[in-house]
């Protein structure tokens, strides 16, 4: 696409106004974190807007870190009209699996709380956008499964020392 303006500079600005872990387990006292079961994917939403007068195309990752996993997502490059913005995606991991409009779909064994950080850059410029967002993902599937065999094996011993 071609910009014009009278004086040939071009005016490219953007912001972060949604980078987000949607929440997927709701528990009452933790009304603000993201909480995840350890063995389910996690998607992302990173939205990109164009608060500029001509169209841009930004770079965009997402890095993951955590006690256990170090990850760095690269976003695909996509054109953003002015005054609009676009929910960016990686192509290559976010494909038939991923939620609608969901940036990024991580999969892996997550345990403990994880650090999600977006950078943006726009070509022509040397200034880089970041935002950060959390979650945090615990094995409640493996303690279900383990309590209920521990139950199950107290009360076929108890039945045992019956008879």
Same mark, same amino acid.
């Given at each position: 696409?071609?910009?014009?303006?009278?004086?040939?500079?071009? /005016?490219?600005?953007?912001? =972060? %106004?949604?980078?987000?872990?949607? +929440?997927? =387990?709701?528990?009452?006292?933790?009304?603000?974190?993201?909480?995840?079961?350890?063995?389910?994917?996690?998607?992302? =939403?990173? &939205?990109?807007?164009?608060?500029?007068?001509?169209?841009?195309?930004? @770079?965009?990752?997402?890095?993951?870190?955590?006690?256990?996993?170090?990850?760095?997502?690269?976003?695909?490059?996509?054109?953003?009209?002015?005054?609009?913005? +676009?929910?960016?995606?990686? +192509?290559? $991991?976010?494909?038939? @699996?991923?939620?609608?409009?969901? *940036?990024?779909? &991580?999969?892996?064994?997550?345990?403990? $709380? !994880?650090?999600?950080?977006?950078?943006?850059?726009? /070509?022509?410029?040397?200034? !880089?956008?970041?935002?950060?967002?959390?979650?945090?993902?615990? %094995?409640?599937?493996?303690?279900?499964?383990?309590?209920?065999?521990?139950?199950? *094996?107290?009360?076929?011993? +108890?039945?045992?020392? /019956?008879?």
């Amino acid at each position: 696409l071609l910009s014009i303006s009278k004086d040939g500079r071009t /005016e490219k600005k953007a912001s =972060i %106004p949604l980078f987000v872990v949607p +929440r997927n =387990i709701r528990l009452p006292f933790f009304k603000n974190i993201s909480i995840y079961d350890s063995f389910d994917n996690i998607p992302v =939403i990173l &939205m990109i807007k164009n608060s500029g007068q001509n169209v841009i195309s930004p @770079d965009a990752t997402v890095a993951l870190k955590g006690w256990n996993i170090k990850r760095t997502y690269t976003l695909d490059k996509k054109n953003i009209l002015s005054s609009s913005q +676009r929910v960016i995606s990686d +192509r290559k $991991n976010c494909n038939k @699996d991923c939620p609608d409009n969901s *940036s990024i779909l &991580m999969k892996g064994l997550f345990i403990g $709380n !994880y650090k999600l950080t977006a950078t943006v850059s726009i /070509e022509g410029k040397s200034s !880089y956008i970041y935002t950060t967002t959390s979650f945090l993902a615990l %094995p409640f599937k493996l303690v279900f499964i383990l309590v209920l065999i521990s139950l199950l *094996s107290f009360y076929l011993s +108890r039945k045992l020392k /019956e008879y």
